[in-house]
């Protein structure tokens, strides 16, 4: 039986600066640095909540946040291609998807034959960084990670249609080309 979370945020002043403290189930989890304002160490701390519960899948009410909480569902339900919340690409995410199609065409020709990627397949062999597929994962794109165990070893990754599936999505975001203004130059 899954054990109930509880959390708790303290926020002691010391001299005038203002500490945050993360608890859950009376554990410390997170701690900020001495801020000027109580106002910056809630939002410190509201960050760090909200990381909590995308990694953990819990649903902790942020602070200074009135609204009711509610179970968060759409992890677990795929989005469709044209439901995406992805508007743009970044030139390394073009790379990427020039990478796969490239891992495509020796897939065709039967010199690979991967079904299971880790996350460091997605980085030496796509150049998918862990937090790129986790973002992905939280829009949508990727369902989450399944836990296989390799030599003993846990590993998470995603099987090759849950990847085929994301670069499709960002094929079809602009046809594949970098849409993303950063890193271009100013052009007066």
């Known amino acids: 039986m899954k054990e109930k979370k509880t959390y708790r945020v303290d926020v002691e002043e010391i001299n005038g600066m203002f500490k945050a403290s993360f608890f859950v189930n009376g554990r410390l989890i997170h701690k900020t640095y001495p801020q000027h304002s109580k106002q910056n160490a809630l939002m410190f701390i ?7 519960n995308t990694m953990h899948g819990a649903c902790f ?10 179970k968060d ?20 995410m073009a790379k990427s998807l020039d990478k796969f199609d490239n891992y ?13 990627f880790i996350f460091l397949d997605l980085k030496q062999m796509f150049g998918v960084h862990h937090a790129t597929a986790m973002t992905a ?11 296989l165990i390799i030599n003993g070893s846990r590993v998470k ?5 849950d990847v085929n599936n994301f670069f499709e999505i960002i094929r079809g ?16």
């Open 137 to 147: 994962v939280c829009r949508g794109e990727l369902p989450q990670p399944k836990t």
């Open 104 to 116: 495509i065409n020796q897939r065709q020709s039967k010199q690979d034959d991967k079904d299971f």
């Open 157 to 161: 990754g995603f099987q090759f249609d």
């Open 73 to 92: 569902k759409e992890k677990k339900i795929k989005l469709p291609k044209s439901v995406s919340k992805r508007k743009f690409i970044s030139p390394s």
């Open 173 to 188: 975001v602009s046809n594949g080309k970098p849409t993303s203004t950063m890193g271009t130059q100013n052009v007066q």
């Open 46 to 52: 509201n960050r760090h909540i909200e990381r909590y």
């Open 61 to 70: 009410r942020l602070i200074g946040d009135n609204k009711p909480k509610t």
